[in-house]
């Protein structure tokens, strides 16, 4: 399922989204501006690699900043067009809206928030990986349980590809989004029972779903406050 549009009407100009999706974008250019050594030398330094983390903490090669930095800079980094542009469009779709409702500010010091907390999850459950984890995916996991907390009514007209036949249909932003975290979940269920994943890199579910459930909680905290201005 691919979403093309969320159809509740915005009241605002998403100034942060649109720049979140410019430097991710700058990045990326850069990334593919260097040659195919110098690109693999900035993520291995940039990206989250665990491993690192375990040097560190046994005084070796690593300091804690070399390791613990990435939490926030590998958000910044892409593999390639498809992924830094899915990542993108998910963001356009469901963080403009976000940010509609936390204001820009807010929805800046959110998206980096839960950035770093997915990216700590991954860590975790890929404890001691020499594997890259890069992408904006975490933080924009999080964008999304932000928006089912906000927004759970809300539709979201979708194309879905059936075989050869490929239509569109507005499907409610709970039922999207949950069937979306559903997928992560079993998903990163799955990479626990093969004990050679941590080592063969691929998508970091475990980062999506510690993204979203740290969006889920720091949506269903400011949610009060967010009626409050609405209403009063």
């Known amino acids: 399922m691919i979403p093309l549009k969320d159809m509740t009407p915005r009241r605002s100009v998403p100034v942060m989204t649109?720049?979140?999706?410019?430097?991710?974008?700058?990045?990326?250019?850069?990334?593919?501006?260097?040659?195919?050594?110098?690109?693999?030398?900035?993520?291995?330094?940039?990206?989250?690699?665990?491993?690192?983390?375990?040097?560190?903490?046994?005084?070796?090669?690593?300091?804690?900043?070399?390791?613990?930095?990435?939490?926030?800079?590998?958000?910044?980094?892409?593999?390639?067009?498809?992924?830094?542009?899915?990542?993108?469009?998910?963001?356009?779709?469901?963080?403009?809206?976000?940010?509609d409702r936390m204001g820009a500010v807010i929805y800046l010091i959110f998206y980096l928030v839960c950035g770093i907390a997915s990216g700590a999850t991954q860590l975790i459950f890929s404890w001691g990986s020499s594997i890259p984890s890069i992408g904006a995916s975490g933080a924009i996991s999080a964008v999304l349980g932000a928006y089912v907390v906000f927004f759970p009514s809300s539709r979201i007209l979708t194309l879905i590809p059936l075989f050869i036949i490929w239509f569109t249909w507005q499907i409610p932003a709970i039922v999207f989004i949950g069937l979306w975290f559903l997928v992560q979940f079993v998903s990163g269920i799955g990479s626990l029972n093969n004990p050679r994943a941590a080592n063969l890199g691929g998508v970091a579910w475990w980062a999506h779903v510690g993204g979203f459930l740290m969006g889920m909680l720091l949506a269903r905290l400011m949610k009060p406050i967010g009626q409050r201005k609405i209403y009063e």
């Open 18 to 99: 649109l720049l979140l999706i410019a430097a991710n974008l700058i990045v990326f250019l850069h990334q593919i501006s260097l040659s195919p050594a110098q690109a693999d030398a900035f993520v291995r330094l940039y990206g989250l690699v665990p491993a690192k983390l375990n040097l560190a903490m046994a005084g070796r090669h690593y300091s804690f900043a070399d390791a613990l930095i990435p939490l926030f800079t590998c958000m910044f980094l892409h593999g390639g067009w498809l992924h830094i542009i899915g990542n993108m469009w998910f963001l356009w779709i469901f963080g403009a809206k976000v940010e």
